[in-house]
């Protein structure tokens, strides 16, 4: 007397009685909390009411479905609104369709505490991670990075946090603060330099129309082209496996100094592309670049890069005189160095250097490398290919590539880049002042008699620049 009765047999059930079978764990509980988890906290749907202890009561002539989840030890229960018989058991668990359908549709009531859904009243939805394909023309911009606190300097950034703010994707307090919206840049374009593939990754409001939107307060020169959605860490930077740059420059530079022919006559003949070629494909593989850049001595294990390719394409006319574009494409570049591998390959051309040269300022001696003007130089492509294998294929990411905007792409291109760097060199003649400026380089000093011509030659280049620091760094 005085034991609970075992499986409802009587007091006569001893100790040693069969227990009944133990209650299995519900197999959908799991997915059901993840499911919870995954959109945030789900109020009942409109009409039923909160008791103490979150289970909702249905409305008059409305019966609810009753999901269990399990959250933090205790349990809590939520109600997902359809239109049905009573349950039989409390444990009933709908099926995985109907408990997504119904957690979508429910509409959060205003006084819980909980976050309000996209679009009500009150509130904005959650930023969500994208990246921006930006393409834009970066003369009149003193480069693509912020520097908040110098409004006489205006750059890119500028242009776009302003028209992200004017659209209504990011708060106003975000523009002064670009960490607050997690915005990265792939790659850092200086003074002068252009892009047709720049990639930028920052969290958004996803508004209707986003693209359009932004577009209508952005310049002419600034355009987005695309949009895609990214992982929650996913960092334009970091995630970057390549970048591809190209340099257009009339083809004279690519003449020997002897042959005394005009901008407006010469044409590069198939031997001398041929020459070109050979001596940019040397730049293949890795290398290092500590006498392409400023500030890293050759035991600096930074200094090595590598170069995946780099190539002349066939040269054609603009305005009368003949251009041809450089192609480099790397896992990332330092400031000045793809300026600076062109502008030696033209020291050797033009006969002022050997072609040893090359190898040579790959070792550790100071060689004397002369830095091409940043007028030609244009952000061409961004590479996400591991990126692309992991999440372009998983059903909630696109891969990262742009072909359905090429044609958009080539235009802007054609209307914005080409024509601004063929009438800038036809109106300021960079590239002809620079060349005036290979003579003064002595491509045979040595470490202990470079510094007199590292300063007169930065002095000459800082002149042809226009007092610019312009370049490329990754």
């Not at 280049?461 to 370049?471: F, I, L, P």
Request: charged share 25%.
């Amino acid at each position: 007397p005085g034991r609970a009765l075992i499986d409802g047999r009587g007091a006569g059930a001893g100790r040693g009685a069969e227990r009944p079978p133990r209650r299995k764990r519900h197999a959908g509980r799991g997915r059901e909390r993840l499911a919870l988890r995954r959109v945030g906290a789900v109020l009942p749907a409109a009409g039923a009411a909160l008791v103490p202890g979150g289970r909702a009561l249905a409305p008059r002539g409305r019966l609810m479905a009753e999901v269990e989840v399990e959250a933090g030890g205790k349990r809590r229960r939520r109600e997902a609104g359809t239109e049905a018989q009573e349950p039989q058991s409390p444990q009933l668990q709908p099926q995985a369709p109907a408990l997504d359908q119904a957690l979508d549709q429910a509409a959060p009531a205003p006084g819980n505490g909980l976050k309000r859904a996209a679009g009500g009243e009150g509130g904005k939805s959650p930023k969500r991670k994208v990246v921006l394909l930006l393409v834009y023309s970066g003369k009149g911009y003193h480069g693509m990075q912020r520097n908040v606190g110098s409004a006489q300097f205006k750059t890119i950034e500028d242009e776009l946090v302003s028209a992200l703010v004017g659209a209504g994707c990011i708060p106003e307090n975000h523009g002064n603060d670009m960490r607050k919206m997690s915005f990265q840049r792939s790659a850092r374009t200086d003074k002068g330099v252009s892009a047709a593939g720049q990639i930028v990754s920052l969290k958004l409001w996803l508004i209707d129309n986003l693209v359009e939107k932004v577009n209508e307060n952005l310049p002419p020169s600034i355009k987005i082209l695309g949009m895609r959605r990214v992982t929650g860490r996913f960092n334009s930077k970091n995630t970057c496996d390549a970048r591809t740059y190209f340099y257009m420059l009339p083809t004279f530079a690519l003449g020997h100094k002897d042959e005394g022919v005009g901008p407006d006559t010469f044409r590069l003949s198939a031997g001398g592309l041929g020459r070109v070629n050979k001596l940019l494909g040397s730049y293949k593989g890795t290398h290092n670049f500590h006498n392409f850049t400023s500030g890293k001595g050759p035991r600096d294990p930074s200094a090595k890069r590598y170069i995946m390719e780099m190539f002349c394409e066939a040269p054609f006319v603009r305005q009368g005189v003949e251009f041809a574009v450089l192609k480099v494409k790397g896992q990332s570049f330092m400031m000045h160095q793809i300026r600076k591998m062109i502008g030696l390959v033209i020291a050797v051309v033009r006969g002022y250097a050997p072609e040893a040269i090359l190898e040579q300022s790959w070792g550790e001696e100071k060689v004397d490398v002369p830095k091409a003007p940043g007028l030609g130089l244009v952000l061409d492509t961004v590479h996400f290919e591991k990126y692309n294998q992991r999440f372009g294929n998983d059903g909630v990411h696109q891969a990262l590539e742009w072909t359905d905007v090429e044609p958009q792409r080539a235009a802007f291109k054609e209307d914005h880049i080409y024509p601004t760097i063929v009438t800038t060199e036809r109106e300021e003649e960079s590239m002809a002042n620079w060349l005036n400026t290979l003579p003064i380089h002595d491509f045979t000093a040595t470490a202990s008699g470079i510094q007199l011509t590292d300063n007169h030659s930065k002095k000459m280049n800082d002149e042809v620049d226009g007092g610019s620091d312009a370049g490329e760094s990754d």
